[in-house]
């Protein structure tokens, strides 16, 4: 999005990022792009040294990871950033290994597209070192590779152009002008596009000045170029037709005029930093204004031997980017090693500690598990004797009512029933008074003889047989939620025969809800804990809810407690559920099956 809104600033920016992360994860392929991108975006903006640079360093990576065809483009933008610093040398060895790639390559559009760049690249070369024939036959094979493209009319146009342009370089004017003429003969041109059209016939119209300055046509071709590259507000055809429009103008004796055009031209090409009409347009200068000119051709020469020193210093400036890139690149590649190293000894001493910490750990954990394992073995044996005492309170107890009932039975009611016998008897005295005192006192001991059997009925029938386990559960949880502050409920339904379960589902029933308790107070902080029983269909079901923090069943490991929960419900074949959510409390539901068991 940025390449296409042409936002250079962040295109380098997020670039660079793209860079720094390409190279962490070393990703050649995305460091290369990112490279290729950061050498455009310098391109762009004419900072032709960062851009070199950049495309270097992609060059190397686009090489290494054999994608040629992007090696081949930005050898080629290496070449032109060359060429426009007048490093005309390198600009030929980079633009000939760019040629040789491509040549290689598949004739995709896009690849003919780079052919033809490529080709006119070595032609201009050419020509700025005077090297016209040679300029002539790339640019003849830049048009061979135009011809095969969908749409390559703009291209044709362009290197026919440059051709007429490299005749007039080599001195052949006729050629020139008659090549420039031809181009013009597309009548379309003007429309289509009117600033190379306003560029060609200015040139026309130099070249038949070079040729005749007497030639009738060439002031209005001048004044035609003006019209259209003012009209278009074409600054650059503005500074070369003035240029050549001045020098012609200064050749007709036309001084006030050429002044004219020829200052607006020098100060368009000072602005630009065009040198080659710089020069030409102090040449003019120097011509018009007679007192001035040797002002005019100081600064010709002092411009011109500036050029030829930069010439020189800029040969050595892209070779010796090159090689400071390969020194940095050396450098980290060495640095890289030297962090591998330290790196992988770290990682080996972290390592190695890790490991003895692993080892201290879970011989610290065994024992914990073995003392653990121990304590619940323990509990256990202390649970199964209180069963057994319970056992043995019950027998006891059952033993005493039987013998109480017994007692009462056979001795009491039957010392009661010898009383109201030999009351019977005194009955026969027919004293009224006797009679009714003695009616009086066998009523009541009637009554005291129901009484007694009622109670022996009552003793003999083992009322609380089935509260001994539930008893115990209760002084449990009674015990844990005062000693932990916790309010509680406890529910259980009568229809449970507790005597009907085995000790293994009791014992395990005891420990998980001790150790739930245990939990709902030292990681819930709950301040409220709901216990019921309930039994249907041969299921015994616990639930145990509390009001605490609860947590995230996804995220949150098991933890000793809740492993040993597991255990035991595994061991008498029930299912746990566990249903909590952060800040919402936790309610864990056990259900067991009693006939498996």
Do not use: C
């Amino acid at each position: 999005m940025y390449l296409y809104q042409d936002d250079i600033r962040s295109l380098k920016t997020i670039n660079k990022e793209n860079l720094f992360l390409a190279e962490k994860i070393k990703d050649s392929s995305s460091i290369a792009d990112a490279n290729y991108i950061l050498g455009y975006a310098f391109h762009e903006e004419i900072k032709l040294d960062s851009a070199y640079y950049y495309y270097y360093k992609a060059t190397k990576v686009y090489n290494l990871i054999k994608d040629y065809t992007k090696e081949g483009e930005v050898l080629l933008n290496m070449a032109d950033i060359q060429k426009s610093e007048r490093d005309f040398i390198g600009a030929e060895i980079n633009a000939i290994t760019a040629k040789k790639i491509f040549e290689r390559l598949p004739k995709t559009p896009n690849n003919l597209d780079t052919l033809w760049s490529i080709h006119n690249l070595l032609a201009v070369i050419s020509s700025e070192l005077e090297l016209y024939d040679k300029a002539l036959d790339y640019h003849k094979l830049a048009i061979e590779y135009a011809d095969k493209m969908t749409n390559g009319q703009y291209y044709k146009l362009y290197s026919n152009s440059n051709i007429a342009s490299t005749y007039r370089k080599k001195g052949d004017f006729i050629k020139a002008a008659k090549e420039f003429n031809e181009i013009l003969q597309n009548k379309e041109l003007e429309l289509s596009d009117p600033s190379s059209f306003s560029i060609i016939t200015a040139n026309l119209a130099y070249s038949r000045f070079l040729i005749d300055k007497e030639d009738l046509s060439i002031n209005d071709l001048f004044v035609k170029s003006l019209k259209v590259s003012r009209e278009l507000n074409d600054v650059n055809a503005l500074m070369s037709s003035g240029a050549y429009y001045a020098e012609y103008l200064t050749s007709i004796g036309k001084i006030d005029s050429a002044k004219y055009y020829n200052n607006l031209s020098y100060n368009i090409a000072k602005k630009s930093k065009a040198n080659n009409f710089i020069l030409q347009t102090l040449k003019t200068k120097a011509t018009i204004d007679k007192d001035s000119s040797r002002v005019f051709l100081n600064e010709y020469i002092k411009l011109s031997d500036s050029l030829v020193l930069a010439e020189r210093s800029i040969r050595n400036k892209f070779a010796r980017i090159e090689f400071e890139t390969d020194e940095i690149i050396q450098e980290n590649q060495q640095i890289s090693k030297q962090r591998l190293w330290l790196i992988i000894t770290s990682i080996g001493l972290l390592a190695t500690l890790f490991f003895l910490y692993i080892i201290k750990s879970q011989r610290e954990k065994n024992k914990e598990l073995q003392l653990e394992r121990q304590q619940q073995e323990a509990n256990e044996e202390i649970y199964n004797l209180m069963l057994s005492q319970q056992d043995k309170i019950d027998e006891a107890r059952s033993l005493e009512k039987n013998r109480i009932s017994k007692d009462i039975h056979d001795g009491i009611l039957g010392k009661l029933f010898g009383v109201r016998l030999s009351l019977d008897g005194l009955n026969l005295s027919t004293t009224p008074e006797a009679t009714q005192k003695r009616s009086t006192y066998i009523s009541e001991l009637k009554n005291i003889e129901e009484e007694i059997r009622k109670v022996s009925h009552e003793l003999n029938s083992d009322f609380i047989q089935q509260s001994g386990y539930l008893d115990i559960i209760k002084t449990l949880v009674d015990t844990q939620m005062t000693a932990y502050n916790i309010k509680y409920t406890l529910t259980a339904d009568e229809t449970i025969n507790w005597d009907a379960l085995n000790n293994k589902i009791k014992i395990h029933v005891y420990r998980i809800l001790q150790e739930t308790m245990q939990n709902a107070y030292k990681h819930a902080k709950a301040t409220m804990v709901d216990i019921s029983f309930k039994f249907d269909k041969n299921i015994l079901t616990l639930t145990i809810s509390d009001n605490g923090e609860g947590f995230d069943l996804q995220k949150a490991k098991k933890g000793i407690g809740l492993k040993n929960i597991d255990s035991r419900i595994q061991e008498i074949n029930g299912k746990l559920d566990i249903k909590t959510q952060k800040n919402q409390g936790t309610t864990i539901i056990i259900n067991v099956p009693t006939l498996n068991n």
